[in-house]
């Protein structure tokens, strides 16, 4: 049986941060592989833990992408469910000119 330091349970999503703005004054948006349990995984994976999330993203190419993400950052990736009745959550974010952040999410339902 494989040991694990840490197993998270948790979203896995995808972040549309403002990368610039275009002449009409829209948000020109990066996709981004989010999800604090994710994030967290990843980082102690990077300092040697053992790690595996427990999870679901959509069947799509957005929780595709999430689920090699973390499978390349050396995550266990045998407890990601891979649902193709939902659409892997989306958050987008928005600053204001103090630079603190907003989200508002997609995801009914989501992943």
Avoid: Q, W
């Avoid at 069947?59 to 193709?84: E, H, N, S, Y």
């Avoid at 987008?92 to 997609?106: E, I, K, M, P, T």
């Amino acid at each position: 049986m494989k040991h694990f330091d840490v197993v998270a349970l948790g979203e896995l999503l995808i972040d549309f941060a403002p990368l610039s703005v275009n002449e009409a004054g829209y948000p020109v948006l990066s996709a981004n592989p989010g999800g604090a349990p994710g994030n967290f995984l990843a980082a102690l994976t990077k300092y040697g833990c053992m790690t595996a999330m427990i999870g679901k993203v959509g069947d799509d190419a957005f929780g595709k992408a999430l689920v090699k993400t973390l499978g390349d950052a050396g995550i266990d990736i045998r407890g990601i469910l891979v649902d193709p009745d939902v659409f892997t959550t989306l958050a987008f974010v928005s600053l204001d000119a103090s630079g603190h952040r907003d989200f508002s999410f997609a995801r009914k339902p989501g992943a």
